[in-house]
């Protein structure tokens, strides 16, 4: 297993900020370097053990989805990368903490949305749609189960929260108020139309993409631009098509590619001999669920790009 990197420590650039897997640093004015790290969040709390290698595979996963969706692809929408190699950003002494797990991206100005986008009925979603059948606002068919396949993809966005604080689910409405109506549209249409896209080719190397969430930045002349990460098993649900079925029991999810496999493991986790809360510190992970983990997020990368 390769030796795991649970913080970046570049000291030949300002550090802008530290985020629950990404350490962003500023190169000039007008570019942020994005190192992934190896860091595991659940339930937006950081977890104290580090996946090896899995910077590096997010980054890879990303760098393909950005390829596929945009101008070089599919064309979907603008993104954040600058085609500079994000080694030429640092000293030679720091290239060991950045090649293969980083992005050397545009400076853009974040907008407080997150673009969750569900095609199935899983997670957060599942939970609201049993106390009153809608997901943010969107109703939703009578008698779905767990994992059940929506009519259609249904965009349901949530407000982003501050490191360790829980993302908000909100209604589309609320993020009109936010950010107005112009961009408020654009943004569902175009992660509607990019989660469409990526779900269907997905599928045809046997991925189901049951839910995702993107993120947009506007640059100085005001273009929407997708940016951060893209369509990886921490932004994402991916279930493998040969196990799904239609609906599952309370309590039980479908096998994953992603994180479930670990919130799975906290929900049943105890800390001082209670459930866990949610909330830091974590507990500490077991060495085969961090195993695990390693294995189905390169599992899921090798189907992707076979």
């Known amino acids: 297993m390769t030796t795991a990197l649970h913080t970046s420590m570049l000291t030949s650039l300002p550090l802008l900020a530290r985020g629950k897997v990404r350490d962003n640093y500023a190169v000039g004015d007008d570019r942020i370097l994005m190192v992934a790290s190896d860091r595991l969040s659940a339930f937006d709390v950081i977890m104290g053990e580090p996946i090896p290698g899995k910077g590096a595979l997010l980054t ?7 390829d596929k969706l945009g101008p070089t692809g599919m064309n979907l929408c603008p993104i954040h990368l600058t085609g500079d190699a994000p080694e030429s950003a640092v000293t030679a002494a720091e290239i060991p903490q950045v090649v293969g797990r980083s992005m050397l991206v545009k400076r853009l100005k974040p907008l407080p949305v997150e673009a969750v986008v569900r095609g199935y009925l899983a997670g957060s979603g ?4 049993q106390d009153n059948s809608a997901v943010c606002g969107v109703k939703l068919p009578a008698g779905l189960k767990n994992a059940s396949k929506l009519p259609e993809p249904i965009y349901t966005p949530a407000a982003k929260a ?13 993020t009109v108020e936010m950010i107005g109506l112009d961009l408020a549209t654009r943004i569902r249409d175009i992660s509607i139309a990019i989660y469409k896209a990526a779900a269907e080719f997905a599928l045809t190397k046997g991925i189901i993409i049951a839910d ?6 506007l640059d100085t002349d005001g273009t929407l631009t997708l940016m951060d990460e893209v369509l990886t098993p921490d932004s994402s649900r991916f279930w493998p ?4 079925q239609e609906s599952y029991d309370q309590g039980t999810n479908p ?7 670990v919130r799975d493991w906290l929900e049943q986790a105890q800390v001082d001999g209670k459930p ?11 060495n085969a669920v961090i195993e695990k983990t390693a294995a189905k997020y390169q599992e899921a990368l090798e189907r992707l790009t076979a």
């Open 255 to 261: 096998p994953s590619y992603d994180k479930q496999f």
């Open 212 to 217: 995702t969430k993107f993120e947009f930045g």
């Open 60 to 66: 890879q996963m990303a760098l393909f989805w950005f």
């Open 162 to 174: 501050a490191v360790g604080d829980h993302d908000e689910n909100i209604t589309f409405e609320q």
């Open 126 to 129: 599942w939970k609201e749609y």
């Open 276 to 286: 866990w809360d949610k909330t830091p510190p974590a507990p500490r992970v077991p």
């Open 241 to 244: 098509k040969e196990s799904y």
